[in-house]
């Protein structure tokens, strides 16, 4: 339960009548299970560029799913509409559904079972709900971080964005489960630009503060007031920094990097339907197949990545899953091999699970639930706590990377390279200075086992983004991912100008 109460409005709705036509219908068709989903989708969308505001956006998705396994086939329907008699005739779609696909199944579904969840309900933590707040005033705060930036010399251009989020769920399903839940969730930013016109080039600087499922309290504070002031002083830096030479370097590095490359080479590759190429939709299939569980060896045994659908604050974090599955945590890699999976209902009985481990999501009312990445997360030395500095104190001569930008990884999600947003050359165990046109590359095994060391519980943090893709027609779903700073030897570097024919 979080600090605040579902939304009377939402509760205001005939949430129960709706469940009990729809399940009172599906079961009369001959459904032998049944799920009504009542969804509802708030965002706001700001943003801002040089202190002007460039667009203000603001939406508001309501309906009721309703999905049925009859004769051991799936059928789906939503509608707009939410009326008893909506729910009912909606329930008779789905149900006409998956009585005309039962021809093409082969594959019966069969659904782990899960306990029944009476009258649950459930809120993210939060401090101040951001539709609460007037936009005029999200706007002044957007317009003062940009003004900050903008009078620093050398910058020439500011952009400043924020999205917003608040979802709200019914669950209910003939087993008897009625579950209500809301979460609110932020992705702020913003951007400096520098630009030299005489060599016809510019760089960028972006905030490194990342998203969560906090509330409007998560704009102010600390960390932006630090992260502002300085952004100046490290992009006139960038800048003039001198190109990266090419070639197999020690890495640090930061969590505001890794959570990336923990996301496309082990988020993805471990949801289970994946690695048994049923999905193949925006990220492809996976190296990690069902065969090697328990003995492929991912990494270097101090590798302890967890999967949770609890973690506070993460995007991705829930207290049930859209099958009515209670939120967990569970190791997906433990000692350097790979031990587990993301599942849902469907796809845990396949592995030979008793129980869900609760992945299904879906983003929309007019969207079938799938199977979605947890926060996925890999665990800081439980042991000692390590900084930063001291991971940087064992490094001859190589380079710490710090925040996100570019990626790519194959449909194996097997080799990939990534950039960053700055990259500081290590000398002697010391930060001496930036560097620029970093990219590191590898086998997602050759990487992860090159592990020497992670950091501490104090160099831990939560990443993230809104924008996971997955499936046809494509869903969008927000997950977090935790992680220490770690060392890596021997990664190769590529210099990204020279890659690119300049």
């Known amino acids: 339960m979080g600090t605040h109460d579902v939304d009377p409005d939402f509760l205001a709705l005939p949430l129960r009548q709706l469940a009990d036509a729809a399940l009172s219908a599906a079961r009369a068709a001959g459904a032998s299970h ?17 202190g002007k505001v460039q667009s203000v956006v603001d939406g508001d998705e309501l309906g009721l799913a309703v999905r049925v396994i009859v004769d051991g086939t799936w059928g789906f329907a939503s509608h707009a509409e939410l009326t008893a008699e909506s729910a009912a005739r909606t329930a008779a779609r789905a149900v006409e559904v998956a009585r005309a696909l039962r021809s093409l199944n082969r594959d019966p579904v069969e659904l782990a079972a899960e306990p029944v969840h009476k009258d649950a309900v459930w809120v993210s933590a939060y401090e101040v709900d951001p539709f609460t707040v007037p936009t005029a005033d999200k706007v002044g ?66 905030t490194l503060v990342p998203p969560a499922g906090r509330g409007w309290e998560y704009l102010s504070g600390d960390d932006w007031d630090a992260e502002l002031a300085r952004i100046p002083e490290w992009l006139a830096e960038k800048a003039k920094a001198p190109s990266v030479v090419a070639g197999p370097t020690d890495l640090v590095i930061d969590p505001t990097n890794l959570w990336l490359t923990i996301h496309e080479s082990i988020g993805h590759a471990t949801e289970y339907d994946r690695a048994i190429g049923y999905e193949a939709a925006y990220a492809g299939t996976s190296f990690a197949t069902p065969d090697q569980l328990g003995t492929l060896q991912y990494g270097t045994p101090i590798m302890h990545v967890t999967a949770d659908r609890t973690e506070v604050h993460g995007l991705a974090s829930v207290g049930f899953d859209d099958d009515g599955v209670s939120g967990q945590r569970w190791d997906l890699v433990r000692d350097g091999v790979l031990v587990g999976y993301q599942l849902d209902r469907v796809f845990a009985p396949r592995l030979g699970l008793d129980r869900s481990n609760g992945c299904s999501y879906a983003d929309s009312p007019h969207h079938v639930p799938i199977q979605r990445m947890a926060n996925v997360s890999l665990q800081p030395d439980p042991d000692r706590d390590t900084s930063t500095a001291e991971l940087i104190a064992r490094v001859e001569d190589g380079i710490y990377v710090v ?75 927000a997950v977090s991912h935790g992680c220490p700073s770690a060392l890596f030897r021997g990664v190769n570097v590529l210099n990204t100008r020279n890659e690119g024919g300049q």
């Open 141 to 206: 705060l957007l317009a003062e971080y940009s003004g900050r930036l903008s009078a620093a010399d050398g910058v020439d251009h500011v952009t400043a964005s924020v999205l917003q989020v608040k979802e709200q769920t019914f669950y209910a399903d003939l087993a008897g489960s009625r579950i209500t839940q809301q979460r609110v969730r932020l992705h702020p930013e913003l951007e400096a630009t520098a630009v030299d016109a005489a060599a016809g080039s510019f760089e960028t600087m972006r």
């Open 403 to 477: 925040g996100d930008k570019s990626w790519s990884i194959d449909m194996q999600r097997y080799n990939f390279q990534f950039t960053g947003q700055r990259f500081y050359r290590i000398r002697d165990g010391k930060l001496d200075g930036q560097v620029r046109d970093v990219a590191y590359q590898a086998t997602t095994t050759d990487f992860w086992g090159s592990m020497e060391a992670v950091g501490g519980p104090s160099t831990w943090r939560l990443g993230g983004a809104f924008n996971c893709g997955k499936a046809q027609p494509g869903q969008v779903a």
């Open 34 to 50: 049944a799920d009504l989903r009542v969804h509802r989708l708030r965002t706001q969308s700001i943003r801002l560029r040089d």
